[in-house]
Structures are given as structure tokens and as C-alpha cells.
């Protein structure tokens, strides 16, 4: 999975964390920085998700309106910001905008949700993308604080499982012989997950995740013995949330910004080798994002490559 054709973003502890998820024109956070980086894409961006309101993933909201209502795009496209039910730190920074931003000329609706909401995803002209919904699962991130990450998923068909090794000929027959009835005989929904974003905190439950295609996880601490009282994750533990949940690609962010780029990739590296990982690991380390380990199958063995 190529990583960088579905998002960019910017990702540094405590200063600014930001991502712009490109299918669906989803926002993640909105950190400081992020409108002079998303530039014109700004004006693509429908909804913005906020994971929770500390100032590394919200001071970026009011010049991001400002510059999204001045340009040369769509300055009429509503906006809607998803955000914690019962954020005091957001409702301080709705109030600053409710007394700012009265000129704006799109509308702008804030939506608060709880653990295990879940809303569609329909674009500005009412159309229904593919039956993709985002849900929202709780994080532990603050005490006694409701802190969120957001899962988009996807309704899909595919064959039975007991006959899924029915070659394209024989699936044809069987369709002629059944007829109408043979979409019901041959074919089962079932639920995608496209993506986890799972915002700061210690590390996610790999129960609830799925099978994600892309999984992001922070990995605020390279070394456990520096948590102190944090309520963050460490390399190696983002990774074996991924080791657990198989997901098609893992992508680790914000970073502490005390450590170096070779510390940050020596220590995915090893991770992923102790954790036996199966997948790519990215990492975005501030606005620099890469493929930091990839697993490569060579005549039936597993060799691990540090990229």
C-alpha cells in the first residue's frame, strides 16, 4: 500500500499534528501550520475530525476558516468539525470562533459525539460515497475526558467463503442456473475498515480495530523508561497493536521532536523485527513521510528490509 497517495500531514508531539486523508477529503486533527500546507486543498476539505482539544491538534482551526473563506475556491462549501462531546478545551476555541467568525461565508456546523457513534459519509451534494460511515471508538488519552479515534469504513459484496475457490467459468453457471437469486447464493456483504486514526493515547485495543487497510497510531516515546506519567505510546507498542490486528499498513506519528530521524528508524526497525510484523511500517516525522520497514518474502522465507 503507497501510503503517501492517501494522505499528508504534518506530525510533531506537542507542537502540531495534523492529516489530510485525500479520498475523502477528511481532515484529522488541525494543528497549527495546517493551512499554509494544505494551501488550495483547503477548499477541498469537508469535514474536519477532532480528536481531542489540546492546542497541538486544534490552533490551526481559526487560520485554516480564514483562509478557506478568503480564497479563490469554493468559499460557500459547508464545514463540518466532529469533535469530543463535553471538550472543555474545544468548547473554548468554538466560543473564540462563534465571536470571529460571524463573516464566514459558508456554514460551518460543529458536531459533538460520543464512544461508538457513527455517521455517513455523503458529500456536499447529498451523494452517498460507496456506503462508507465513520465511527468513533474511545482512546485513553485524559482522565475522567473523552478522547476519540475514528474508524472509516466500507460496505462491500463479495463471494462465500465456500465458494470462493470457484473459478470466473463455474461462477458463471452458476449465475445462469440460479438466475436472479444468484446474487443471494453467491455473494455476502460485509464491512471494510479503510482506516484508523486513533489520535494520542496509550496504545489502542487491536480487538477493536479490524482489519484495517491503514492503521495510524501514535508513538509519542521511543524508550518505555521515559513514559513517566504520559498518557502516550512508545514504538514498540504501536507496533505490536499492528503485530495483533494485521492491518495492510501501519503508519506511526507524533513523535517526541527530542529525538533524531536514525533514533526514530532504529527503533521502528527493531520493533518490527522482535514483533515478527507483517506489514510495511510508514512514519511521519513531522512534514517527512516515508516507508521506514517493509517485510519482503524471497523463496518462502521472511527477510526484513530497513528502507
Not at 7 to 30: Q, R
Not at 86 to 93: K, L, N, S, V
Not at 129 to 154: D, P, S, W
Not at 269 to 293: E, G, M
Request: glycine share 10%; with cysteine; hydrophobic share 35%.
Amino acid at each position: 500500500m503507497d501510503v503517501a497517495s492517501l494522505l499528508f500531514g504534518y506530525s510533531k508531539a506537542l507542537y502540531s499534528t495534523w492529516l489530510y486523508y485525500k479520498p475523502d477529503h477528511l481532515l484529522i486533527d488541525c494543528g497549527e501550520g495546517a493551512s499554509t500546507s494544505l494551501g488550495n486543498s483547503g477548499f477541498a476539505i469537508e469535514r474536519i475530525l477532532l480528536t481531542h482539544g489540546h492546542i497541538d491538534h486544534i490552533s490551526g482551526l481559526p487560520s485554516l476558516l480564514w483562509s478557506r473563506a478568503a480564497g479563490m475556491g469554493d468559499t460557500q462549501k459547508p464545514l463540518f468539525i466532529y469533535y469530543p462531546e463535553g471538550d472543555e478545551y474545544i468548547a473554548d476555541m468554538r466560543s473564540y470562533l462563534k465571536r470571529t467568525s460571524e463573516r464566514l461565508p459558508f456554514a460551518l456546523h460543529w458536531v459533538p459525539l460520543g464512544d461508538g457513534d457513527c455517521f455517513t459519509l455523503e458529500g456536499t451534494a447529498g451523494h452517498h460515497r460507496g456506503g462508507r460511515c465513520i465511527e468513533t471508538f474511545a482512546t485513553r488519552h485524559r482522565h475522567n475526558q473523552l478522547t476519540l479515534g475514528y474508524k472509516i469504513v466500507e460496505s462491500r459484496r463479495r463471494l462465500k467463503p465456500d465458494h470462493a475457490g470457484l473459478s470466473e467459468e463455474e461462477i458463471r453457471q452458476r449465475a445462469r442456473q440460479d438466475g436472479p437469486a444468484a446474487t443471494h447464493s453467491l455473494m455476502e456483504d460485509y464491512t471494510a475498515t479503510l482506516a484508523v486514526f486513533g489520535g494520542d493515547g496509550l496504545p489502542l485495543d487491536p480487538a477493536t480495530l479490524g482489519a484495517a487497510e491503514l492503521l495510524v497510531h501514535e508513538a509519542t516515546i521511543l524508550d518505555d523508561a521515559e513514559r513517566k506519567h504520559q498518557l502516550h505510546s512508545t514504538v514498540r507498542e504501536a507496533v505490536g497493536v499492528a503485530a495483533a490486528a494485521h492491518p495492510k499498513a501501519l503508519l506511526i506519528n507524533h513523535v517526541s521532536g527530542r529525538y533524531r530521524g536514525e533514533e526514530i528508524r532504529r527503533a521502528i526497525f527493531q520493533s518490527a523485527i522482535d514483533h515478527q510484523i507483517d506489514c510495511p511500517v510508514w512514519s511521519l516525522v513531522r512534514d517527512r513521510l516515508c516507508k521506514t520497514f517493509e517485510p519482503i518474502g524471497f523463496e518462502g522465507e521472511k527477510h526484513e528490509k530497513q528502507v
